[in-house]
């Protein structure tokens, strides 16, 4: 199992970028994906989680502003983030656990039991 998180990088405040989340070794039938994301001197908290059944949930500061989807075909999960601010600056992270458990207990962590290794946002104001 492997993800590999790209497309990060610097934009100015109200711009987009988006990420994406290279995978192998599973399938987006059964496992969910989700986004992750931490500021400097700040906790990880969580972004966005894809379920395998394509439902999408967010967390409320980037709800209406972020939208997550993903291709089984080619094992890729994307993060559109649009109208980015300072309070987006973070390292980002995608995430993946059985959908049947981790997509339930999303914002929580716990059962997000493979993770890669980070992109870095940084948005200037």
């Known amino acids: 199992v492997q993800l590999v998180e790209s497309g990060g990088g610097l934009v100015q405040s109200g711009g987009s970028l988006r990420l994406s989340c290279v995978f192998s070794?599973?399938?987006?039938?059964?496992?969910?994906i989700a986004w992750f994301r931490q500021a400097p001197g700040k906790e990880r908290e969580a972004v966005s989680c894809?379920?395998?059944?394509?439902?999408?949930r967010y967390s409320d500061a980037v709800k209406d502003r972020f939208s997550t989807s993903g291709d089984d075909d080619e094992k890729t999960v994307y993060l559109q983030m649009n109208n980015l601010t300072p309070e987006d600056t973070a390292v980002y992270y995608c995430?993946?656990?059985?959908?049947?458990?981790?997509?339930?207990?999303?914002?929580?962590?716990?059962?997000?039991?493979?993770w890669g290794q980070g992109t870095q946002v940084n948005v200037s104001s």
């Open positions: 995430a993946m656990g059985r959908s049947s458990v981790a997509s339930i207990t999303f914002p929580r962590e716990r059962f997000f039991t493979y």
């Open positions: 070794g599973f399938s987006l039938d059964t496992y969910a």
């Open positions: 894809l379920s395998s059944d394509g439902r999408t």
